[in-house]
């Protein structure tokens, strides 16, 4: 069974930083490229960031450049990304997924909130 499960989430103040986890287990994780989305309230889907299957292509969405970094570690079946300098827009519900969308996780709640 393909799992994809986050976690790290949580209620942070505006200038903090948290880190999200993806555990991935069900297939073969190393050989698919990872992306992280996320869904603030009353809005659709927004993509964040994206990285390729050895860790080497990696973009961000010009609304989190510079202030978040994607990584993964392919021995460890796990994704990740570090969000430092959060501010109150980035509140949503994180999701990591792989790069062709065919599996997600369950997300994970991140709010930024003084």
């Known amino acids: 069974e393909v799992q994809l499960v986050e976690s790290g989430g949580g209620l942070v103040q505006p200038g903090g930083s948290l880190r999200l986890s993806c555990a991935a287990s069900?297939?073969?994780?190393?050989?698919?490229?990872m992306i992280w989305v996320r869904q603030a309230p009353g809005k659709g889907l927004e993509w964040v960031s994206y990285?390729?299957?050895?860790?080497?292509?990696?973009t961000y969405a010009d609304s989190v450049k510079g202030r978040f970094t994607i990584s993964r570690d392919n021995a460890k079946n796990t994704l990740y990304l570090q969000m430092n300098s959060l501010q109150p827009e980035d509140t949503a519900l994180y999701y990591c997924?792989?790069?062709?969308?065919?599996?997600w996780g369950q997300g994970t709640q991140v709010t930024v909130s003084s």
């Open positions: 997924a792989t790069g062709d969308y065919a599996y």
């Open positions: 990285i390729n299957s050895v860790g080497v292509i990696i």
């Open positions: 069900g297939f073969t994780f190393s050989i698919y490229d």
